[in-house]
């Protein structure tokens, strides 16, 4: 059995003309305009051989008058510029001779050179500070912050009580005592280094070692402090005792 569909007639436009108009023509995108390039660069400055440049130190560069110096023309090359700088640890402001020179002076107690300590620094103390602390920390203390709070508390003490002494004549200022203190510290730092050696049981040799070295420390920096400051030797002694008790508190840090 079949069935029959109703199909609508199609009709087409007698005039060719219509069906262009009709018809929609796909367009691809055209290509921006670019402008064509010379062949040699307008700008003269740009303009230059690498090659030539290189040969000679220096070359003309066009109408502006400028030039392009080679490396060659700056005083020989980059090597003796150099050569001129000062070194690091100059330009930090940390001076090994001048340090080994002010700690020598300290291992003598007997022949203390006053002269190399009048330039204060901080970095020979700095370095004799975390040598402390290494040699407690080797002996199982853990004292950084402890060490260098003591070293600030002990540098005040100093500054106060000499400056209360001498009055109006006093000219010995903060970082002066902190340089003192830490470079006279250089003995608590030898004893910190023998007690590792030293038994716990021996308690009478760990004291006498201590006894030792606190006296040694205390009269260092005490000639320092008197040599230095003006109107320090009518005070020596009174100067010699807050010495003494300053670094009698660095070696009960070390003896226990």
């Known amino acids: 059995m079949t069935k029959d569909f109703a199909v609508p007639p199609v009709v087409f436009p007698s005039g060719g ?3 262009g108009a009709n018809v929609q023509q796909r367009r ?3 290509t921006p305009f670019q402008p064509p390039r010379p062949s040699s660069s307008a700008i003269p400055f740009m303009s230059f051989d690498i090659g030539s440049a290189a040969a000679s130190s220096a070359t003309p560069a066009g109408p502006f008058g400028g030039t392009i110096a080679s490396s060659s023309s700056f005083g020989g090359g980059g090597s003796s510029s150099f050569e001129d700088e000062e070194p690091l ?3 930090l402001g940390i001076h ?4 080994w020179k002010k700690t020598r002076s300290i291992l003598n107690p007997f ?8 330039d204060s620094d901080l970095s020979g103390p700095i370095f004799l500070y975390l040598a402390l602390c290494l040699f407690q920390l080797l002996a199982g ?3 950084f912050g402890v060490i260098l709070g003591w070293i600030v508390v002990s540098s005040i003490f100093l500054y106060v009580v000499f400056n209360m002494l001498a009055g109006r004549n006093g000219n010995l200022n903060l970082h002066t005592c902190t340089s003192l203190v830490g470079y006279s510290l250089l003995p608590v730092v030898v004893l910190s280094a023998v007690s590792l050696f030293v038994p716990q049981g ?4 760990r004291f006498v070692l201590a006894a030792v070295f606190v006296l040694w420390s205390t009269r260092a920096c005490a000639t320092l402090v008197v040599s230095l400051a003006d109107g320090g030797e009518e005070h020596r002694g009174l100067i010699t005792y807050a010495c003494f008790l300053i670094y009698t508190l660095f070696s009960l840090l070390v003896i226990f």
């Open 17 to 19: 003309s219509s069906v």
């Open 28 to 30: 691809f995108p055209a």
């Open 89 to 91: 640890l100059d330009e």
């Open 96 to 99: 090994p001779d001048q340090i």
């Open 111 to 118: 022949r203390i050179n006053q002269s190399v300590h009048k």
């Open 141 to 143: 203390k853990i004292q």
């Open 202 to 205: 021996a308690g009478p040799i």
